[in-house]
């Protein structure tokens, strides 16, 4: 395993150049570190940036009556005893990851066991494809590097609606029944996980503006990643090939924790974003792209993202109707 760390560190270096050129995006500052992490590292990774991002929602859900050490105590366990099932699910699946680590330093982390099973089960040149992941991730670390606002951008807004969707002890309860009658929601096609049933209209709207900004960095870097491949992976039309066949192969019992856990609405992201990205490049190329970094009101918006000619018509203009 010593070898694999070793070349998953040189691949997410080697992937950078190309991926920044490509991107057009600058990169003059500090990137962060490269972690290569096994599933244990990886799941307490998470769980610290995790922390930093519900502390506020755990402070609401134990405010008032039920405040208290106790109380308080008792709150952690049970969110611990279930984000340990929730973490212990990712890590079996995720490859690779930028962590915005709220309250903490950026880093991108490679799950190294995790690379080496699916290499293995795709039968693929395993050089080639460490380093086809390496352009994925290498791509998000790009993009929070080079525009500085970006990181709290996502990090304040995924907070503050997960806080305002929190239910206070008043209201634990009545959240409890009601997930219990709606639960097979959940599992609909189009469904966001669990998060469907507490949202309001007006949380729904805040959770697709989310959701879109979240499809534009993983389209983003879907659409970097198979601009680069083709210069740098040898083998990269049939790593493309296996993956896609993996990825649409999930069995009945993976589909549904992902489609409980919302990470089929994450699979969409990418579809949906990468067709916009796409779509906006052929029109304004990608210096015209680029445009989406300049501030957040240039961010696509829900209905942009499905119509990106809105998007080329809003931030460039009639010209390019």
Same mark, same amino acid.
């Given at each position: 395993?010593?070898?694999?760390?070793?070349?998953?560190?040189? =691949?997410?270096?080697?992937?950078?150049?190309?991926?920044?050129?490509? =991107?057009?995006? @600058?990169?003059?500052?500090?990137?962060?570190?490269?972690?290569?992490?096994?599933?244990?590292? !990886? *799941?307490?990774?998470?769980?610290?940036?995790?922390?930093?991002?519900?502390?506020?929602?755990?402070?609401? *859900?134990?405010?008032?009556?039920?405040?208290?050490?106790?109380?308080? =105590?008792?709150?952690?366990?049970?969110?611990?005893?279930?984000?340990?099932?929730?973490?212990?699910?990712?890590?079996?699946?995720?490859? %690779?990851?930028?962590?915005?680590?709220?309250? %903490?330093?950026?880093?991108?982390?490679?799950?190294?066991?995790?690379?080496?099973?699916?290499?293995?089960?795709?039968?693929?040149?395993?050089?080639?494809?460490?380093? !086809?992941?390496?352009?994925?991730?290498?791509?998000?670390?790009?993009?929070?590097?080079?525009?500085?606002?970006?990181?709290?951008?996502?990090?304040?807004?995924?907070?503050?609606?997960? #806080?305002?969707?929190?239910?206070?002890?008043?209201?634990?309860?009545?959240?409890?029944?009601?997930?219990?009658?709606?639960?097979?929601?959940?599992?609909?096609? $189009?469904?966001?996980?669990?998060?469907?049933?507490?949202?309001?209209?007006?949380?729904?709207?805040?959770?697709?503006?989310?959701?879109? #900004?979240?499809?534009?960095?993983? $389209?983003?870097?879907? #659409?970097?990643?198979?601009?680069? $491949?083709?210069?740098?992976?040898?083998?990269?039309?049939? *790593?493309?090939?296996?993956?896609?066949?993996?990825?649409?192969?999930?069995?009945?019992?993976?589909?549904?924790?992902?489609?409980?856990? $919302?990470?089929?609405?994450?699979?969409?992201?990418?579809?949906?974003?990468? =067709?916009?990205?796409?779509?906006?490049?052929?029109?304004? @190329?990608?210096? @015209?792209?680029?445009? #989406? !970094?300049?501030?957040?009101?240039?961010?696509?918006?829900?209905?942009? *993202?499905?119509?990106?000619?809105?998007?080329?018509?809003?931030?460039?203009?009639?010209?390019?109707?």
């Amino acid at each position: 395993m010593a070898e694999v760390v070793a070349e998953l560190r040189d =691949a997410a270096v080697r992937a950078h150049d190309p991926v920044a050129e490509t =991107a057009q995006l @600058g990169t003059d500052g500090d990137l962060g570190p490269v972690r290569i992490v096994d599933r244990a590292t !990886w *799941i307490d990774v998470n769980v610290v940036s995790l922390e930093g991002m519900l502390a506020p929602v755990v402070d609401k *859900i134990t405010a008032k009556r039920l405040a208290g050490p106790v109380s308080r =105590a008792v709150t952690a366990k049970v969110s611990g005893g279930e984000l340990g099932g929730l973490m212990a699910f990712m890590s079996s699946k995720v490859l %690779g990851q930028y962590d915005l680590a709220p309250g %903490g330093t950026p880093s991108l982390m490679l799950v190294a066991p995790n690379v080496v099973a699916v290499e293995r089960e795709l039968d693929v040149d395993p050089h080639d494809f460490r380093l !086809w992941v390496c352009l994925h991730e290498e791509t998000h670390r790009v993009q929070f590097t080079a525009v500085p606002w970006l990181r709290e951008h996502v990090v304040s807004g995924a907070r503050d609606l997960l #806080v305002e969707m929190a239910p206070t002890p008043e209201e634990m309860a009545e959240r409890v029944g009601e997930m219990a009658k709606r639960l097979p929601e959940v599992f609909r096609e $189009g469904s966001m996980g669990l998060t469907d049933l507490f949202a309001t209209p007006e949380q729904r709207e805040r959770m697709a503006q989310l959701t879109a #900004v979240m499809s534009l960095l993983e $389209g983003h870097a879907d #659409v970097v990643m198979d601009d680069v $491949g083709p210069q740098v992976v040898p083998s990269v039309e049939t *790593i493309r090939a296996r993956f896609g066949e993996r990825r649409d192969g999930l069995g009945n019992v993976d589909r549904l924790l992902r489609r409980l856990m $919302g990470l089929e609405a994450k699979m969409r992201q990418y579809k949906d974003g990468a =067709a916009f990205v796409r779509s906006v490049q052929s029109k304004v @190329g990608v210096e @015209g792209f680029n445009a #989406v !970094w300049a501030e957040p009101v240039n961010l696509p918006t829900p209905a942009e *993202i499905q119509r990106p000619q809105l998007w080329v018509e809003r931030v460039h203009g009639s010209l390019f109707k």
